[in-house]
């Protein structure tokens, strides 16, 4: 199964859309073309650690950004109740890479959330064990005469 950081981010929105039916989900963090409300998916930092046998352990924090009409009376009660439902849903979320091989449980951890002004931050990260493929390379053939010489 390969691992992206696009496919975190649809993975994540197809899991969260039956519970936020009325926001758009999107990787991109640009918001010229999104309506609020929506919720954004920022890669802020990644970490690679060498473990044994040609694996490692890839350390990803991500900050899923959540933006409601910043003239509402409510806003503040809105962003709180968004991030209380997430931390009730973010634990762990299924991961698809978009083949058929089925689907993998993303755990969360170090999750936490804040609200700004402007936006609820929920941040989260992401500890994924990941493996190189392996390139086979044949075994070379050697020449060798099979006759023992006495050195002459």
């Not at 002004?117 to 500890?127: G, T």
């Amino acid at each position: 199964m390969n691992f992206t950081i696009s496919e975190v981010a649809q993975s994540l929105a197809a899991y969260l859309q039956p519970y936020f039916p009325d926001v758009s989900i999107q990787q991109n963090p640009s918001q010229q073309n999104a309506d609020p409300p929506c919720m954004f998916l920022q890669q802020r930092y990644s970490y690679i650690k060498i473990k044994m046998s040609g694996r490692w352990l890839r350390q990803i924090g991500l900050d899923l950004t959540y933006l409601v009409d910043y003239n509402l009376p409510n806003l503040q009660e809105l962003y709180q109740a968004a991030a209380e439902q997430l931390d009730l849903l973010m634990e762990t979320f299924p991961y698809s890479d978009g083949t058929t091989e089925g689907t993998a449980l993303l755990r969360t951890y170090e999750r936490e959330w804040r609200i700004d002004q402007d936006a609820m931050h929920y941040k989260f990260e992401l500890q994924v064990w990941v493996e190189q493929p392996e390139t086979i390379t044949p075994m070379e053939t050697m020449d060798y005469q099979e006759a023992v010489t006495d050195g002459s």
